[in-house]
């Protein structure tokens, strides 16, 4: 089927950067890949998007990263990459991928992301 393989995680120092990666593989078509995004749950917190990214190369961000995080696509690797600067405290939190593929969620592991001085 669709494995999602996350990689880029780890601490970073406030104002610092990271940048996480999720490759698709497996069973998967990218034209079938109509959103691929980032989710991320904090302790305590609801899990919430972060960002996506449709085929057709526009995105969204949600207003707590915007202009720090960009997030982009690589539709011939099969890759959604999430480049985040001036990380803040806010950013701690477990990061998963998401896409869509035939219609259907799937998600990756989970990463964890841990900023702090």
């Known amino acids: 089927q669709v494995q999602l393989v996350e990689s880029g995680g780890g601490w970073g120092q406030p104002g610092g950067c990271l940048t996480l990666t999720c490759a698709a593989s497996?069973?998967?078509?990218?034209?079938?890949?109509?959103?691929m995004a980032w989710y991320r749950q904090a302790p305590g917190k609801q899990r919430e998007r972060v960002a996506n990214?449709?085929?057709?190369?526009?995105?969204n961000s949600a207003d707590s990263v915007k202009g720090r995080f960009t997030i982009s696509r690589d539709n011939a690797k099969n890759t959604v990459t999430l480049p985040m600067n001036s990380l803040n405290p806010e950013a701690t939190a477990v990061y998963y991928c998401?896409?869509?593929?035939?219609?259907?969620?799937?998600w990756g592991q989970g990463t964890q992301v841990t900023v702090s001085s």
């Open positions: 990214i449709i085929n057709d190369g526009r995105t």
């Open positions: 998401n896409i869509v593929h035939y219609r259907s969620n799937y």
């Open positions: 497996g069973s998967i078509s990218s034209i079938y890949i109509p959103v």
